[in-house]
């Protein structure tokens, strides 16, 4: 099998980076010939509808972060780090009949803006340096770097800067056009994710079923994973003893028992999912009904996060320890 980029892929990359962008940008000079509101860059204007809303809460969670350390997770842990999806699906339904609720009644725009009505500025500038810091930083330039990094992996591994440079150009412009730009772009980005998820899992378990000559379809090859790896589909990890294996302290470490599930998640969950702007404002300029309908449906499709990016990674430890 040929791991490395062909014509037809780069032709693929460039026409949808052109499609994408271009509509970014035409978005954008549409906006600088009317006076510029920061509502209409915010909330699409209240265009969004609850497919989009929901599509792009998914596509601006699920990336390369997923896809690529999740599946690890999966490959050393298993199925139990699904927990911080299946249980992000109850925190948006959370969000969805208490948070934005508040939101919409209040005409919030940004999260910052809720401090500042409910506390002081102070609290909403520490929240807005706090939040830009930890994107800029934190969440943006390691969905970069990780998305570089597995691109030059299938194009030859010599163009990382390069194309670390091009996927920052390609988020300048479609940032230009604001959310409505963003969710709408989302919409393909998530149908391409979880196509890809899908077929990548099928392939990942039709390998395993051949190799270990159970059969040729996907159904076998998951009760192989079972068989041979019944311990990565364990929800929660044991607690380790004075004698435990160090490999078995790891993942205690990683993902610490039943507290995790009645502690640590929520916490996560509901700060992502509820408090964070660049999630939120996918729903805020809908009115109450879109938004809520928006929010449950991408809570449905968080659901399939784990067929998506543990299954592949557990079917890589099976493969891997079979040699």
């Not at 988020?171 to 980005?189: E, N």
């Not at 995790?260 to 729903?283: D, F, H, K, M, P």
């Amino acid at each position: 099998m040929n791991s490395n980029l062909a014509f037809t892929d780069y032709v693929v990359f460039i026409v949808y980076f052109i499609i994408v962008a271009g509509y970014g940008y035409s978005i954008y000079q549409k906006r600088k010939k009317n006076e510029h509101d920061a509502k209409a860059f915010f909330l699409a204007e209240g265009t969004l509808t609850w497919w989009a809303i929901g599509a792009s809460l998914i596509a601006s969670n699920i990336s390369a972060e997923q896809f690529i350390g999740m599946s690890g997770e999966g490959f050393f842990l298993g199925i139990a780090v699904a927990a911080y999806e299946w249980l992000a699906a109850i925190a948006l339904i959370i969000v969805a009949v208490w948070f934005i609720p508040v939101y919409i009644k209040n005409k919030i725009y940004t999260m910052p803006q809720f401090l500042k009505d409910r506390y002081n500025d102070s609290v909403a500038l520490i929240m807005a340096i706090f939040w830009l810091f930890l994107y800029v930083f934190v969440n943006l330039t390691s969905i970069l770097y990780l998305g570089a990094v597995a691109i030059n992996g299938i194009a030859g591994g010599h163009y990382l800067h390069i194309i670390m440079v091009g996927l920052a150009v390609f988020a300048l412009f479609i940032s230009l056009g604001g959310m409505k730009v963003v969710a709408y772009t989302d919409v393909i980005q998530v149908a391409v994710l979880i196509f890809g998820g899908l077929v990548t899992s099928y392939i990942a378990l039709s390998v395993v079923s051949e190799k270990f000559g159970v059969g040729s379809g996907a159904i076998a090859g998951f009760k192989e994973l079972i068989h041979q790896a019944p311990e990565h589909f364990k929800m929660i990890i044991p607690r380790p003893s004075a004698t435990s294996a160090q490999n078995d302290i790891d993942k205690y470490i990683t993902f610490p028992g039943l507290l995790s599930y009645l502690a640590g998640i929520w916490i996560i969950n509901l700060n992502y999912w509820g408090c964070n702007q660049y999630i939120t404002q996918r729903a805020l300029g809908a009115d109450l009904q879109t938004a809520r309908t928006g929010i449950l449906f991408a809570g449905l499709l968080k659901l399939m996060m784990p067929l998506i990016v543990m299954l592949p990674g557990i079917a890589a430890f099976v493969l891997y320890k079979g040699g």
